[in-house]
């Protein structure tokens, strides 16, 4: 016959008081598996991370090796990237002027005849077709080596949080006008840039903002129109733009419109 075990008050005591703390130790496994690492969660996202997650939403990685044509202006414009560099060429139809800039060398014909142009026509040139091209391309242009971009405070715009970045550049790469400042706002859930504005210094300088209109996918990547603002006031800085455009202290002197015709990748033959 099997003996029946007989439990010492003491002794339930001590089994009841394991128990309860096996209980609660797995209680806490189960928990801290089922819920994400509060400090992983919480930690806020880098420069660069807002920066990537801005690029794979917009598809602009594709500009590395993709053909990207598309009219600005009345003007046709091509975008190469050719192992690990961009080759611009603009299209006046009008006039029938084409633009190439190539390995920092511009060369025009006019009626598919070559022409020579002083330097400093052929620097303006050369300028323009990049700044064009540097806004059809952003946010991916934000790797530029010469970019030293940094997270500003979150920003609210008509009642929208979002990442806000400021960009400066080096001046060695940085371009003619290296000095100019970048201000861009992401959308915290897509990572769309909905507003940039920038402070430049050429031509008298001044202030812009423009306020994404539109957007349009081909082929996975994004182009945005844009309304484009100035300030009314000559006391609106940079850092005062995005409240200057919510109360409604800013004036709109263009539209941003970018239209695209072609996305295609490039057959690439780097040696």
């Not at 930690?43 to 500009?63: D, H, M, R, W």
């Not at 603009?90 to 142009?117: F, P």
Request: a positive charge; proline letters at 3%.
């Amino acid at each position: 016959m099997r003996q029946k075990i007989q439990f010492h008050p003491r002794n339930k005591i001590v089994y009841y008081s394991v128990f309860l703390v096996l209980l609660t130790f797995f209680s806490c496994q189960k928990a801290s598996k089922d819920q994400p690492d509060k400090d992983q969660s919480d930690k806020p996202l880098t420069t660069s991370q807002i920066i990537e997650n801005a690029i794979v939403y917009s598809g602009k990685e594709k500009v590395e090796n993709h053909k990207i044509k598309y009219v600005f202006r009345d003007k046709i414009y091509l975008s190469e990237g050719i192992c690990g560099r961009f080759k611009f060429t603009r299209i006046d139809t009008i006039r029938n002027v084409k633009d190439v800039y190539d390995k920092n060398e511009l060369h025009r014909t006019v009626n598919d005849r070559k022409v020579s142009l002083v330097d400093t026509t052929a620097t303006k040139i050369k300028s323009a077709i990049n700044s064009v091209n540097y806004f059809v391309q952003l946010p991916y242009r934000l790797k530029d080596e010469a970019v030293m971009a940094r997270r500003l405070k979150d920003d609210s715009i008509n009642g929208k949080t979002y990442y806000q970045l400021e960009v400066k550049f080096k001046e060695v790469g940085g371009g003619e006008d290296h000095q100019d400042v970048y201000r861009y706002w992401f959308d915290q859930k897509d990572f769309s840039m909905d507003y940039l504005a920038y402070q430049f210094y050429t031509n008298d300088g001044g202030l812009r903002f423009r306020v994404k209109e539109k957007e349009k996918r081909k082929n996975g990547i994004v182009f945005q129109n844009y309304d484009n603002f100035k300030p009314k006031s000559q006391k609106v800085t940079l850092k005062t733009l995005s409240h200057a455009f919510q109360n409604n202290n800013l004036e709109k002197v263009s539209d941003i419109i970018t239209k695209p015709l072609e996305v295609s990748p490039i057959t690439q033959n780097c040696d």
